[in-house]
């Protein structure tokens, strides 16, 4: 067998026999092939579902497709000289073949497809493959892989992570992944988490779909906001190539590495430093103009488990001795990485998301804090001052919007500025949903913030289509992409108030089709951001800049800025008469111990528009809300009052309004059945 390779990370695996390939992989483009559009029919999603189709797409063509049925192995090989993989009558997806691996006496050992002739640098292709276990193994998991190697270099990254295969029944995996790096040696693989047990691969395939270009006459984002604040996006080496790096370049004055900075990237082993794909992605700002946020020096994730190890090789516990040795590593790192990019980083996040408003002392409990105190922060801006002098140096975070959050941080900022700590700015991450947050928080934020003297940027923006974290849907409706619009204008109209405090405002991604959110929380399709999945405008990106949306549908118009709902403004005045009645959706989006999240939906039934409105309910349970945004609210005793806000006021027959809040149960928390709406009852 090969020797284990000692790599890092969920990808895991082997290092099998001499690379195969030596030839270069460069820029190649993928092959013109014809673009079918086809418009996806809309799917109802809710209560906002609208009849309106969600985006065209275009056909996807296959690049690989293996299914065993002409009874040999398609090419696909065993990844050490263990186990045996052979085509295999046993069982089949589809048709009588698939392919089977025995014989595995290492859990990193399967089936192993060279892939460095087949796939172009910087194309997504959505690769899945059916996995089934032999019959009488035990349950297990399985993930898919591409390893990658230059040279000595190799990398192993997850497409599809570990996923349950039962005994007895197929399993299909599937998942993205874009070449982003010259290679000599290209391999899909498929594992098991754990064990040795046997098991059958069928219908593999390799899909993309082919780029369209860019919009080239839109207006570039970076001068719209020429005089408000410069404004960017976080990318991968991946951003850099093709259709990607025109649209980059076109739209963003300023760009963050969405992962190739932090401390898994930058320094994976002790004093062992890469900058591979943050050098790849400097090169490319440097060449185009584009100032480069660094992100991140210091954060609880992404930091590699040796870093928390003592000497002996144990976790860290709270000694001196730890202290010590952690914050020499902490100092050596930032002595390497920051200066590293001393002449090129214009703005570091040098500690991230270090604020916990649920402790006392509002500080989070990271191994960081829990050895070294305050101390690690005070250690960061220290050094990163020394190395980077030139670098504005931040503290960066989520949910500043909510008042303890945002109280917290700014407490920790005082206190530490107070002592001398270099901190010249505040990051807002602003990750936010359709529903929130509002831009009355928002301003809070930013209004807090300012009184501090300190700088503030945008870190991390994007808006989900979720306001849970469990509902997940197939396409997403033109409402919601109107309502994301919206709270994008709201939210970009607080920042251009705030322009005179924000040195700049950076979204997290560049296009739809590469997002963070499309697996956190869960695996969903989400779509955060300004373009869409093909690199296209979204009406997102048509109100921050306050134009209409060519696209739009007349119920999805983006440049309905005062309203959740154009057709619902459109009709309102011409509904001065008619009947009155309404129907309430309420649901809990989300629950947890003492707290949850509630969603409340209030649908005009009648012929008549509803001109403002006010909502009234009883709480059975003691629940309290804390917190609510798209509405004003009061409550007294059990007794809830919802109030519109002047942008939600106006609900057109047949059109609806919506709201959500954060509250506290104790023991049960029965949703309320009854409402009053405007002082008639509605139906619940
Ligand atoms: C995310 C990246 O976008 C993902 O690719 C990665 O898997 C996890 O981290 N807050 C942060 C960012 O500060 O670093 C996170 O980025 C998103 C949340």
New binding site residues.
Partial sequence: MVPRRNAPGPGYGANPPGAKGTRMRTSRRVPVALLALSVAAALGVGVWSSATPVKAGTAPVTAVSTDFEDGTTQNWAPRSTDETVANSPTVAHDGTHSLAVTDRTESWQGPTLDLLDTMELGVQYTIAAWVRLADGDASTSARLSVERRLGDAVNYETVVGDTTLNAGSWTQMSGTYTLANDVDFLTVYVETSDGTSSFFIDDFTMTYVPAIPIEADIPALKDVFADSFPIGA?VGRAQLLGEHGQLLSKHFSTLTA??AMKWDATEPTEDAFTYTDADAIVAYANANDIAVRG??LVWH??TPSWVFQDASGATMTATEENKTLLLSRLENHIRNVAGHYADDIYAWDVV??VIDEGQSDGLRRSTWYTVTGLDYIRTAFAVAREVAPNAKLYI?D?NTTVAAKRDALYDLVSQLKSEGIPIDGVGH?M?GNVDWPSAADTDAALTKFAALGVEQQVT?MDISVYTDSTSSHDTISADLLARQATRYQALFDVYAAHQADLTSVTL?GLADDDT?LKTFPITRLDLPLLFDEQLQSKPAYWSIIGQPSPTASTTASASASASTSASASASASASASGTTACAVTYSVAGQWPGGFQGAVAIGNTGTAAINGWTLGWTFADGQQIAQLWNGGFTQSGSTVTVTSEAWNGTIAAGGSASFGFLGSWDGTNTMPTSFTLNGQTCSG
Wanted: negative net charge.
């Fill in positions: 976080a969405g992962n992100h991140t994730n992404q991230n998301e960066n989520y991450q990750h991390e997290w963070w």
